[in-house]
């Protein structure tokens, strides 16, 4: 009788410890999460030789930023399933270019003032592996970008 007991105490512990949750950390979206969503809305992108993927719809025809450079920019970010996570009204917001994610400081440079396109960033050119501010690590970035001036 005392070993059912220790069985049924054992099994209690079990079933308890079990039903906590899953604590693992989801896999970081690849570059073949990337390549279908390319696939999957027909777009026609650049890869760069950082694993930034690009698409130019208009080039624009004022002045090229840098890296460093001060800019205006419209926007809206979000995740590959279609959920957005952040926008800009029609008036952009302005910042450095040396003061975003890597992708956002690469993939600007690409316009010139008045040219919009999408850029598709992977985790490590975004925010990476850990969740960032309602963002989940290792998640790819899609930005629908309008480069409004440089400043």
Known sequence: MKLLKYCILLLTFVNLFSCLG??????????????QYIEDNNLNAQKSS???????????????????SN?????KGYFLNGTVFDQSDENGISFGLNQVIAGW???ITYFKEGG???????YNLGYGIS????????????????LISVN
């Open 116 to 122: 919009d396109g999408i850029l598709l960033v992977p």
């Open 71 to 75: 800019v205006t920019v419209s926007y």
């Open 105 to 107: 400081t690469e993939g």
């Open 50 to 68: 950082t694993g930034l993927y690009y698409v130019i719809n208009n080039e624009g025809s004022g002045a090229r930023p840098t890296s460093t």
């Open 131 to 146: 969740d960032y501010n309602g963002i989940p690590g290792g998640s790819v970035l899609v930005f629908d970008i309008n």
């Open 22 to 35: 899953d604590n693992s950390i989801p896999e970081p979206q690849t570059e073949a999460d990337i390549l």
